[in-house]
């Protein structure tokens, strides 16, 4: 049981009226129990006490799958409370000229009106849970120390999809825009054998465990997905992965995009997408087909990456017309 926000009434209001659902449960609000009692508190809890009681004379690989931040953005009164939605600022991309058909998607004005009684309360919850995260964080990296582990422990903080929370009218992710597709990535070698840096080449999560295994000694099998930046990481050597690609869906209707420190070029279905991050980082102007050598570019590096993963619906990629 918990209080329903504005931002839950008005979902719930659009899908009994007209069928608008989120992409997730719509469900937000406050509830009343204690705050050491919250699922992201009880998920690193439970893995800092699996630390705690581990034979720390035997490797160990664990992973701790936080949901937050994610809906539902139900919270208790110390994270419901910790950001005004007054406060918050909206995004700076909600008007663009992605032609977007399906308006269950588009929820915002419809559905959820700009204001502090709606997105701006959305983005206040979403960054309760962002807080209450990293409130809890910091009992794994006791619960290594207390193991006398740390120095001798890889540490990776990840996120599998970002929260578009506004941007282009969106809520959710299911889509291309950096919002969704760009996540946090920190890595923290044992014994801090590297000077702290900032890698601005664009990395994939399929890289992390090959990454991974070079880091831990294991040479990645050559099939396997993703690059091994090992080496690079541990000499502090530059890292230049000139692109990343990632794909969405599942069959004939799977969407691919291909990321350089400068363009993003996105098949969605029947239509293509070429944005430049550099001047447009917010995503709001499709260029071509002004631009198209750089999406035929694009679309080359593209195809050498599904040939090298022996993509079975490589056809179609090549048949996407610009």
């Known amino acids: 049981p918990y209080q329903p926000s504005k931002v839950d009434q008005f979902m719930t209001r659009a899908e009994r009226k007209s069928g608008v659902r989120s992409a997730h449960h719509h469900e937000a609000g406050l509830v009343d129990i204690d705050p050491e009692d919250s699922l992201t508190a009880w998920t690193i809890n439970s893995c800092a ?3 705690d009681n581990y034979d720390s004379d035997k490797p160990f690989n664990i992973t ?4 937050a931040p994610h809906s539902p953005l139900i919270l208790s009164n110390k994270w419901y409370s910790k950001f005004d939605p007054k406060d918050m600022v909206l995004p700076g ?3 663009d000229d ?10 915002i004005p419809r559905v959820i009106p700009y204001g502090e009684n709606g997105v701006k309360q959305f983005i206040a919850l979403y960054y309760g849970l962002i807080a209450e995260v990293d409130h809890h964080l910091g009992k794994l990296w006791k619960s290594l ?3 006398g582990v740390l120095e001798n422990t890889i540490i990776v903080f990840v996120s599998d999809h970002g929260e578009m929370m506004g941007s282009h009218r969106m809520f959710s992710k299911g889509v291309f825009f950096e919002e969704a597709l760009r996540v946090p990535l920190i890595i923290r070698l044992p014994g801090a054998k590297s000077a702290r840096r900032v890698v601005e080449s664009p990395f994939s999560t399929a890289d992390l465990v090959p ?6 000694g294991i040479k990645p099998k050559s099939d396997m997905h993703g690059r091994d930046v090992s080496r690079e990481l541990m000499s502090e050597r530059p890292i230049d992965l000139k692109y990343s690609y990632s794909d969405l869906g599942t069959g004939n209707k799977r969407s691919r995009s291909i990321r350089t420190n400068d363009w993003k070029l996105v098949f969605e279905q029947n239509r293509s997408f070429l944005y430049n991050l550099k001047r447009d980082p917010g995503e709001t102007e499709n260029v071509l ?16 990456f599904l040939e090298q993963t ?3 619906r490589i056809d179609k990629v090549k048949n996407h017309k610009l």
């Open 289 to 304: 087909p002004r631009k198209r050598r750089i999406a035929i570019e694009l679309k080359t590096k593209m195809l050498e």
């Open 93 to 95: 991309n909600l008007v």
């Open 64 to 67: 701790c799958s936080i949901l």
């Open 211 to 216: 990454t991974l295994l070079g880091l831990s």
């Open 145 to 147: 120390e207390r193991k």
């Open 310 to 312: 022996s993509e079975p």
């Open 98 to 107: 992605y032609d977007l058909r399906n308006g269950q998607q588009r929820a």
């Open 49 to 51: 006490e699996y630390i």
